[in-house]
């Protein structure tokens, strides 16, 4: 299921901020997602998961931008 969430974009040249600022929007969404009642523990724990995998796309993505 992460996968649908999780998109390596690839950025041109002075994009790489809005690309991060996305995938740390979407990163929020599943972050509020996580709170949701209805889901099992195995959903949270795959929200969880993809929230902290965009996370690490937008450093990535900063990283870059700032070489």
């Excluded at 969430?5 to 996580?34: K, M, V, W």
Aim: proline content about 3%.
């Amino acid at each position: 299921m992460c996968s649908v969430f999780i998109r390596r974009l690839t950025a041109p040249r002075g994009q790489a901020r809005a690309y991060a600022r996305n995938h740390e929007a979407a990163a929020s969404g599943l972050d509020q997602l996580c709170h949701l009642p209805q889901l099992s523990a195995r959903q949270r724990a795959e929200f969880r998961r993809c929230a902290l995998e965009m996370r690490r796309i937008a450093r990535e993505k900063l990283l870059d931008s700032a070489r």
